[in-house]
Each structure stands twice: as structure tokens, then as C-alpha cells.
């Protein structure tokens, strides 16, 4: 196996490759294609759009995405907006599988990849070189991998002490793609819908002609009848009890950060470095600047573990502070009682300036929130 190496088939693997790729070099690329079951629906804020714009992505992403106009808080009990903020700059949803898809385009496009579609079981390194078996037990050379094989695969168990990223015990997601035609004439409002309330959050958005849903709750509170308990018929998301909604029960995982990013000619990218919670939309949109930030050090250093070092020391210090405000962001999304209703004050008072401010380390590509 010639150049380098990259494990993972998600979104943030095969980015991860593209970017390798159009560095200058070969990649091989182990792992299965997840992209026929990428299921439901990201946000890309204009942080993750300079990614794209990064990777050579631009104009693809325009092409087959929804473009929002707004962020809009609302309280979920009494439907009053809290605050509305406008998007200026890029920002828009994407189906999972279609951003992958594009992505895939363009890295079969650079002639560059190899594929195997065998999952790397353990990470060997020895004189410069690391050495990969796989799950069927075939072994492969390479100059250097990019693990990008999640959070509890084995390229973050060869890199970093603090072992694997754990899942949230305490909340969950229930996630559900629907035809807008289906639903009232509101969730078709181009804008990302944030509702607060009685100790949950519900985000919704369009995406092309289908509409994404993920309400987040307590686990205990996800019993047989829960979106009734939740949305009743005063309710403005009252079309949510629905009971003929295939609703996905998701686990959310733990705010955590690797403790090391690079061991050697091996370093992580995407959940394998850090697990995000969804409370910022920032999961897909972190993993494409992993991937347009090591494409950007393999372009300008001949050594493949200068140009680690430099990803990983760059990355390790952005991404920390976004994992711990996304986490902060849903703890506050959570708030019940009479927490939650300073919190609505709070908001309505400190409208579109508090989130743009709260914002700004988060979408520091986009020099308004600056």
C-alpha cells in the first residue's frame, strides 16, 4: 500500500480522503461506504460552507442543498418568539446521504483512491510506516493513517489514553424525516425552528420537499405516548402526535474532546477526535474543516507527520471550545421549571445580539459574528 491510508466511510472519512487526495496524494480508503444508509438531515453553518468551498465543494453543495434563512427560537408552550436571527451568510441543510454523495462524487473524481471494504481491527507502527490488519485479517502498509473510524473504533484506542467516546445515558433524540406536503404550511419556512420547553427541545427544518425532525428529551420520558404528553392539541407542533410518524430513537453522544489527536504517522479526524452533541449543528460541519484543514497541511509539508502535528495542534484547540459550548447549549436547551422560564426572558430580552454573539466563536468563518 503506497501513501496514505484513511479508515472510516463517513462523512468525515471520506472528506477526510478528498482532502488527502487533492493534497497530491494516494489515499487508500478501508472501510465501508456508509453513504446508502445515511439517514435524515444536517445543518451546515457558513464554518462548515468554508470547508466546502475548501474541498473544492462549493458549487456541488449549492446545488443540492436548502438554503436557510433564519434561526428562530420560539417557546414551546405558548408558540411566542424569543428570537429571531437572520443568516447573512451561507447556512443550509443538507440530507445526510446526499452530502455524502457529493462528497464521494468528487473523491472518485480525483483518481487518487483506493478502496477496500474492510474495517481496519488494529493499528501497528513501526520504523515511519504503519502497518493495518483488517477485520478479514489482510494486512496493509501505509505512510500514515487518518483515523477517521468514530468514536469507538480502533483508531482513537491506538491514539489516545482516554479510550472510547461514550453515549449520553440521560438523553435521547427522536428523529423523523417527513414529506412536507404532510404538514402544516409552516415547517415549509425556509429558516432552522428551534422550540424550548418543558424540559425538551424540538429543531426542525426543510430539506428539499421532506422536513427534518429531532426532538430531544429525557430517556425516562420516551415511553409509549410520549409525543402526546408533549404536543397537545393546543400545541403549535400538535401535528407531531401523529401516530403514523416513524420516529428513530437515537443516542446522543458525550461532549468529549480526544486527549491526543496524533500518535506517530497516525492521527484522528472527526467523532474519532471529538463527539459533539447535535445542540450546535456543528457535527458534520466540524468534520469537513478536519478534512479542509489536514488537505490544507499536506498540501505545504513534504513530511507527513509535520503536517499531523500542525492538524492536529490547530484542530485540538478549535474544537475544544465548541464541544464544551455545544454541550453548555444543551443543558440550557434543557432547562425545565422556572430555570426555563428565566431562560425565555433572558432570550427575549437579549434578542438576535445574545445568539449572534454566543455564536461567533462557533461560525468564526463567517466575519459578521466576529
Not at 497530491?24 to 462548515?48: C, E, F, R, W, Y
Not at 462528497?103 to 488494529?122: C, F, K, N, P
Amino acid at each position: 500500500m503506497a501513501g496514505l491510508a484513511v479508515s472510516g466511510g463517513g462523512i468525515a472519512g471520506i472528506a477526510a480522503a478528498l482532502g488527502a487526495a487533492r493534497a497530491g496524494h494516494d489515499i487508500t480508503l478501508l472501510g465501508g461506504s456508509t453513504t446508502p444508509n445515511l439517514k435524515g438531515g444536517v445543518q451546515i453553518a457558513p464554518n462548515g460552507w468554508a470547508a466546502l468551498e475548501s474541498l473544492g465543494l462549493g458549487d456541488a453543495a449549492r446545488a443540492c442543498s436548502t438554503r436557510l434563512h433564519t434561526i428562530t427560537v420560539r417557546a414551546l408552550d405558548s408558540g411566542a418568539t424569543l428570537i429571531r436571527l437572520p443568516l447573512h451568510d451561507p447556512y443550509a441543510s443538507f440530507g445526510r446521504a446526499a452530502l455524502a454523495g457529493l462528497v464521494e462524487e468528487a473523491l472518485g473524481g480525483t483518481g487518487r483512491v483506493t478502496r477496500i471494504a474492510e474495517d481496519v481491527a488494529h493499528i501497528h507502527q513501526d520504523d515511519g510506516h504503519v502497518t493495518l490488519i483488517t477485520a478479514a485479517g489482510t494486512s496493509h502498509k501505509c505512510d500514515g493513517l487518518i483515523a477517521a473510524d468514530g468514536g469507538k473504533g480502533p483508531g482513537r484506542r491506538h491514539v489516545t489514553a482516554n479510550g472510547s467516546a461514550g453515549v449520553s445515558a440521560e438523553k435521547v433524540a427522536m428523529r423523523a424525516l417527513l414529506p412536507l406536503a404532510d404538514m402544516p404550511a409552516h415547517f415549509a419556512l425556509a429558516e432552522s425552528n428551534l422550540w424550548l420547553g418543558r424540559g425538551v427541545h424540538v429543531v426542525h427544518y426543510p430539506i428539499g420537499e421532506m422536513v427534518n425532525l429531532v426532538v430531544t428529551l429525557p430517556a425516562a420520558r420516551t415511553g409509549d405516548g410520549w409525543q402526546a404528553r408533549l404536543f397537545g392539541a393546543s400545541s403549535p407542533l400538535a401535528a407531531l402526535v401523529d401516530g403514523q410518524i416513524d420516529w428513530a430513537r437515537t443516542a446522543l453522544p458525550v461532549a468529549a474532546t480526544a486527549g491526543c489527536w496524533r500518535r506517530g504517522h497516525v492521527v484522528l479526524a472527526g467523532d474519532a477526535a471529538h463527539s459533539m452533541p447535535p445542540h450546535l449543528a456543528q457535527g458534520a460541519g466540524q468534520g469537513l474543516q478536519d478534512a479542509a484543514c489536514l488537505g490544507r497541511h499536506l498540501g505545504h509539508e513534504d513530511d507527513i507527520e509535520a503536517a499531523f502535528t500542525l492538524y492536529a495542534r490547530e484542530r485540538a484547540a478549535a474544537v475544544s471550545r465548541i464541544v464544551q459550548k455545544a454541550d453548555i447549549s444543551g443543558r440550557i436547551m434543557g432547562l425545565s421549571g422556572p430555570a426555563a422560564h428565566l431562560r425565555d426572558m433572558v432570550l427575549n430580552a437579549g434578542g438576535p445580539r445574545l445568539m449572534q454573539n454566543w455564536l461567533a466563536e462557533v461560525w468564526s468563518a463567517d466575519p459578521s459574528l466576529a
